[in-house]
Every structure is written in structure tokens, then in C-alpha cells.
């Protein structure tokens, strides 16, 4: 089965900062690779798909890059409602591994 | 307005059997698959399992094979998830969620429902 790893686990910034955060699969993936924003008690948000296509609605501010095995995202300048936890998950028709998260905290 | 909306919290013993529920509103609930994500308290994602209810395939993770079981009554629009015996370690959070057309990833989420196994 193909593993996603994201690095950082954790990562403190400010507001303001450009963040990115990285997501690597075991084996190419094409671009099938979503990012999904979690808030506390809350449920998933979906935020990128197809590694760099912008969900609608999701602020310019997140963008989405790579293909293959290596896929960043970014926040172009970090805002106060954007401190969560973020996941990159594969995709195809019958599966759907999500990495194992990455907090983004206050600084 | 797309939305799932998933039955309440619940708390059961070891050994008991459980089906919560999702039900779908504001788009034709045969045309796009359904799945289903645990969350174990201070955890990760994890992605269980989808059906389309339209024909009701299924596909499961490999670590939920054989544990669960998804259905969809297409009847009422409403997709669950069934344990015939629950264990402590099936205490988590779960949550289903739309795939979007085609092969897509989960664009529209339920809002989730606890479930806790304590004797």
C-alpha cells in the first residue's frame, strides 16, 4: 500500500509568515493528492485537489504544488484563522491514504 | 444546499453492535460515493471505506476489512456504518463524507459522530 509521509509534524509561525508544509508518497501518485485544513472538534475542510486546484471558495492564499512523489503546500502569508492541522491525502477510485498531519501553531 | 448530516453520539460496551447513520441532502445521493474516515481521539485521518449507493459497491482500507461493514439505503438517502461487535478500540470519532465526481477526494463532510466503547 502507498504511504504519505508530511513533514514537518509541527511547525510555530506567525502571522504574516509564508508556510509550507511537504508531502511525500511512497510511490508516484500522478497528481492525485488533496490537502485538507482540520480546525479543533471541527471536521475536515477540503482545500486543494488534483495537487494544485483550489477548492472553491478556499482563499488565494493556499496554493498547491508537485507531482509524482513530492507535493508541496503553501500559505502565502499565514492569517489567524488559518492555524490547524493539515493533511495531504491520495486518492484514486477504491482508496484514499491521508498523511499523518501537520500542526500549525502559534508562534 | 449540499450537506450529510450524521446521527449522535454514542456510547456502548464491548461486544455490542452499532450503525450510525449519514443522510444526504441538496444532490442526487445514487451518483456519487459516499465514505467513511476515523479519527481515534489525538489522531491522525484514516480513511475506512466507500459505497456508491446507487449499485452499492463497496471498497474498504485494509485495516477495516472484515471490521465494519457500509451500506446505503438509497430509498431515504442515507449511508451507514455497522459493527457487529464492537471493541474499546473502536472508540473514535467518524466521519462521512461526499467524494466528489469521478474519482475525486471528499469535498463535503458529515459533522461527525462520536462513538465510545467502554464496559
Known amino acids: 500500500d502507498i504511504q504519505m509521509t508530511q513533514s514537518p509534524s509541527t511547525l510555530s509561525a506567525s502571522v504574516g509568515d509564508r508556510v509550507t508544509i511537504t508531502c511525500r508518497a511512497s510511490q508516484s501518485i500522478s497528481n492525485w493528492l488533496a490537502w485538507f485544513q482540520q480546525k479543533a472538534g471541527k471536521a475536515p475542510k477540503l482545500l486543494i485537489y488534483?495537487?494544485?486546484s483550489l477548492e472553491s471558495g478556499v482563499p488565494s492564499r493556499f496554493s498547491g504544488s508537485g507531482s509524482g512523489t513530492e507535493f508541496t503546500l503553501t500559505i502565502s502569508s499565514l492569517q489567524p484563522d488559518d492555524f490547524a492541522t493539515y493533511y495531504c491525502q491520495r486518492y484514486n477510485s477504491y482508496s484514499g491514504t491521508f498523511g499523518q498531519g501537520t500542526k500549525v501553531e502559534i508562534k | 444546499e449540499v450537506q450529510l448530516v450524521q446521527s449522535g453520539a454514542e456510547v456502548k460496551k464491548p461486544g455490542e453492535s452499532l450503525k450510525i447513520s449519514c443522510e444526504a441532502s441538496?444532490?442526487?445521493?445514487?451518483?456519487?460515493?459516499i465514505g467513511w474516515v476515523r479519527q481515534m481521539p489525538g489522531k491522525g485521518l484514516e480513511w475506512m471505506g466507500i459505497i456508491y449507493p446507487g449499485d452499492s459497491e463497496t471498497r474498504y482500507g485494509p485495516s477495516f476489512e472484515g471490521q465494519v461493514t457500509i451500506l446505503a439505503d438509497k430509498a431515504i438517502n442515507t449511508a451507514y456504518l455497522q459493527w457487529s461487535s464492537l471493541k474499546a478500540s473502536d472508540s473514535a470519532m467518524y466521519y462521512c463524507a461526499r467524494r466528489s465526481s469521478g474519482s475525486g477526494p471528499f469535498d463535503v463532510w458529515g459533522q461527525g459522530t462520536t462513538v465510545t466503547v467502554s464496559s
Open positions: 488534483q495537487a494544485s
Open positions: 441538496g444532490y442526487s445521493f445514487t451518483s456519487y460515493w
